[in-house]
């Protein structure tokens, strides 16, 4: 993730968690104008969820499968990196 996140650094903020299973993992992305942090805390009110197995979570970030979940527009910034990152279009 993090040259995805690198990509990011402007004057833009939100929070990107994943709730994953097998293994079971909690991880908060957290973007504050030129800031990236990364945690294991709890996701705020608002932050983007991404849920599921951990492989399929995967998949999708890496942009090799399509999203199982919809991800809000105004959203879309904060797993559009990855996509430039992997030279490819995320289809939502």
Do not use: K, Y
């Amino acid at each position: 993730l993090a040259p995805a996140f690198s990509l990011q650094t402007s004057a833009v903020t939100g929070a990107l968690a994943l709730d994953l299973h097998d293994p079971d993992l909690t991880v908060l992305v957290t973007v504050a104008d030129d800031c990236v942090s990364v945690t294991t805390a709890d996701a705020p009110a608002g932050a983007l969820v991404l849920r599921g197995p951990a492989l399929d979570v995967l998949e999708a970030l890496s942009v090799r499968a399509p999203w199982r979940q919809p991800i809000p527009p105004d959203q879309a910034w904060l797993v559009a990196g990855l996509a430039e990152v992997f030279e490819s279009t995320p289809a939502p």
